[in-house]
């Protein structure tokens, strides 16, 4: 088969089984876009904003596991997907950039809409690759989606100057099935050694947590992760990117840990004698003033990643592998053994954390006159039957959301943790909609997050996606707000969002359907009513208490013990 | 505490930068670093001088061995290992000052490789306190210009860091 450059990128995605493109044309990618427009297996989902595109392939690929890929024209077109590059490197997620670039004889040059991509992106990719001659297209594509996707995932990006693609040059083509590197092998397997010592560690604890990350729900290691929290019956508490990974709606399930974690959650922390991390990075938003980091506990590590082992916290049992497999060797391993947990010490330790749970920590005033957050994201679990996709922006509606829907299944739950990117959440909802058609797809927003992308309110439009915004409107940039008041005696600088929208007949002038809310009662009434246009986009303007707080709280450099609490709560 | 890191690598464009790129993202000092490709054209070798405690020593190499174009890496100061480094240094050279350069020269056992009317150039090659010995043993107001390469390192013994 002879193709041209141009055809080759596109026959490439093909023979990857890449359906989706999430892009946005320009001079240096017109072949690339000419090819495209010739075929169709791939299918091309026009955003209005760059970021977009890269916002929109990161959600794909966090709801489905698949590579999310996005193609983007070179100069601006690859500044702009900077922030979606480095927000999906910053969680780990499997994503394949494409971008234009010059023609290779005016790299350097300083040419029309030229950049050095490869530069500029270098510090938040997991690799890239400049592409400087038709005959390694293919081979650079293999290599891309290889590196993407396997070991600790993250995202590649893949730069094709323009004469690379020229339509005319047409070689042959063949795509490689497999590929081997010699500088790049992920580890397959964990030390069996050190899971056998990490098993027999976890059969003499007392006083054991699993804490578990992102890892767990990149790696697909949810139900082994079940099966070794069920047969061990320790608590588990989740970080923001693992929610979803072990059931919230399970009694060992502890609640989220970190700055908005559970007292529950934090207490056992800060009290565990043994605790067993899995697929997650000891990151400072969960580990607080490493110094009163879990004091007493001796730490089992589990992480695909090397240089994740160690970074922040020493850990007593470093297990490098992927955390299926080693979750399946220690099931393996406790089962061959008869010996079991102490169950009087857990049963004193379950007891303890009840004590903690009777703290009621994310109680919240139900008889208040205005909507509550905390309401609105149980209104959604409700009408949704807890089964939704929910992306989320970044802020206090995040927070509430992550601690109120109660996510049963792994990559329901779609949010920025390590980046914190406002604007994700409304492109990162058209990629989990277009891969999951006919699902519920919920965007819990606030009215300053929403804003950063609010563009593709017309490619929802065009391309018929039927996402259920719940902006919840605090009239703040709420999380700024909080940390004012708490922290800056309440001067709130710049963090009141003057001059907001009429987000209804906004909604309305890009086609879709827009409802304001402002009453309690009213809430699930019409929560209801917007799920069930199925093929309707409505946008809930939800008129919220503006003075809640994401309780509870451990500000940053604090210890797991030193939460702050809401108001009402019996602790305070 | 002071690391001399070895590492071979894929010969490719960019290679390098991202290396020194991950030094600085991270805040690693590096001290020098010296590369050139290998008998293998396609691959690279680079001799990189780091100072740090243990856990920021771990954290490099293990950040370096991510490095998707690391193919392989070996901290050389776990081991017995030799470092070579190479310095030309031009010194004001005029008739009275000759003969005691020249026998600064010898003593290091370095060689005189230009010599014009007012200078000498002298091309020194040991290990990096040698060369300092040396820059410290010459009148300061002779020395013009001086240039070193960083040092170079392979660990003893039969072994070799290849494929
Ligand atoms: C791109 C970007 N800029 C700034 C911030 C800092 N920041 C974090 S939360 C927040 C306020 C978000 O306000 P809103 O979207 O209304 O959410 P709320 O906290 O009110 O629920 C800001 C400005 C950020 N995370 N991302
Ligand atoms: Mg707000």
């Known amino acids: ?97 494409l971008t234009g670039q010059v023609p290779t004889p005016f790299i350097g040059s300083d040419a029309f ?14 690799h890239n690759f400049l592409i400087k001659d038709v005959r390694d297209i293919a081979e650079t594509m293999k290599k891309a989606f290889y590196i993407a996707t396997s070991g600790r995932p993250g995202p590649v990006v893949v730069d094709i100057p323009k004469d690379i693609t020229d339509p005319n040059k047409k070689i042959p083509y063949d795509y490689p099935k497999k590929i081997k590197m010699r500088s790049y092998s992920p580890v397959l397997r964990g030390h069996l050694g050190q899971i056998k010592k990490a098993v027999g560690l976890m059969l003499s604890a007392e006083r054991p947590v699993f804490y578990t990350g992102g890892g767990v729900v990149l790696g697909d290691a949810s139900e082994e992760l079940r099966e070794l929290t069920r047969e061990l019956g320790f608590p588990i508490t989740n970080t923001l990117m693992g929610l979803g990974s072990y059931p919230a709606s399970d009694k060992q399930f502890i609640g989220m840990l970190g700055m908005h974690g559970t007292y529950e959650a934090n207490m056992a922390m800060h009290d565990t004698d043994v605790l067993i991390a899995i697929g997650a990075r000891f990151d400072d938003r969960v580990t607080g003033h490493i110094a009163h980091f879990c004091p007493n506990a001796k730490i089992i590590h589990v992480d695909i990643d090397p240089s994740s082992i160690s970074k922040n916290v020493r850990v007593d049992v470093p297990i490098v592998g992927p955390v299926k497999s080693v979750l399946q060797d220690m099931l393996t391993v406790l089962k061959e053994g008869k010996k079991r947990p102490s169950s009087a010490a857990l049963k004193k330790w379950w007891q303890q954390i009840d004590g903690w749970r009777g703290a009621d920590c994310l109680s919240y005033d139900r008889t208040h006159a205005q909507i509550k957050p905390q309401f609105a994201i149980e209104t959604l679990h409700k009408v949704t039957r807890g089964d939704a996709f929910v992306a989320s922006d970044v802020g206090q509606h995040q927070m509430f959301a992550a601690q109120f829907y109660g996510f049963d299944k792994p990559r329901r739950w779609v949010n920025s943790g390590g980046l914190g990117t406002m604007g994700f959440g409304l492109p990162a909802a058209m990629g989990i909609q277009i891969a999951h058609p006919g699902a519920d797809v919920a965007l819990v927003t606030g009215e300053a997050s929403v804003q950063m992308c609010i563009q593709e309110l017309a490619t929802c439009k065009q391309h018929d996606l039927p996402i259920k915004i719940l902006l919840l409107n605090n009239g703040y940039m709420g999380m700024v707000r909080q940390w004012q008041e708490f922290f800056y005696d309440g001067r709130y600088s710049h963090s009141y969002v003057d001059a907001l929208p009429d987000f209804v007949k906004l909604a309305e002038s890009f086609g879709h359907v827009g409802m304001k809310v402002e009453r309690p009662e009213d809430l699930e009434g019409a929560m209801q009513e917007a799920f069930d246009l199925k093929d309707r986009l409505v946008f809930m303007d939800v008129v919220i208490d503006p003075t809640e707080n994401v309780y509870p709280m451990i500000e940053a450099g604090k210890g797991h013990h030193e939460m702050y609490l809401p108001p009402k709560s019996e602790l305070v | 505490m002071r690391h001399i890191i070895s590492i071979l690598m894929e010969n490719e464009a960019g290679a390098l930068s991202r290396v020194a790129g991950l030094f600085s993202a991270r805040g690693y000092n590096i001290e020098s670093l010296t590369v050139a490709p290998t008998e293998d054209a396609s691959l690279s070798r680079m001799t990189l001088v780091t100072r740090g405690d243990e856990n920021i020593i771990e954290q490099i190499t293990k950040q370096l061995n991510k490095l998707v174009e690391v193919v392989k890496l070996l901290d050389l100061s776990e081991g017995p290992h030799v470092e070579r480094e190479m310095m030309l240094i031009k010194v004001k050279a005029e008739r009275s000052q000759r003969d005691e350069i020249k026998r600064l020269v010898d003593i290091f056992r370095g060689k005189i490789i230009d010599v014009t009317d007012a200078s000498y150039l002298i091309e020194l090659t040991g290990q990096a306190s040698k060369l300092d010995a040396f820059v410290n043993a010459v009148e300061e107001e002779l020395i013009v210009e001086v240039v070193r390469t960083g040092p170079s390192g392979i660990a003893r013994g039969a072994k070799g860091l290849s494929l």
């Open chain 1, 1 to 97: 088969m002879e193709l041209s450059g141009a055809e080759i990128v596109i026959q490439c995605l093909k023979d990857e089984g890449v359906e989706h493109v999430f892009g946005y044309p320009g001079g240096a990618v017109l072949h690339i876009y000419d090819a495209l427009f010739q075929q169709d297996f791939v299918k091309h989902i026009l955003v209005r904003h760059e970021q977009a595109a890269t916002h929109a392939a990161d959600g794909y690929a966090r709801s489905t596991g698949k590579p999310g890929v996005a193609l983007v024209t070179s100069g601006p077109g690859a500044t702009n997907a900077v922030t979606g590059i480095a927000t999906a490197y910053m969680d780990s997620i499997p994503m394949v950039v």
């Open chain 1, 113 to 126: 809409q030229e950049v050095d991509t490869v530069g500029i992106t270098r510090p938040c990719v997991k």
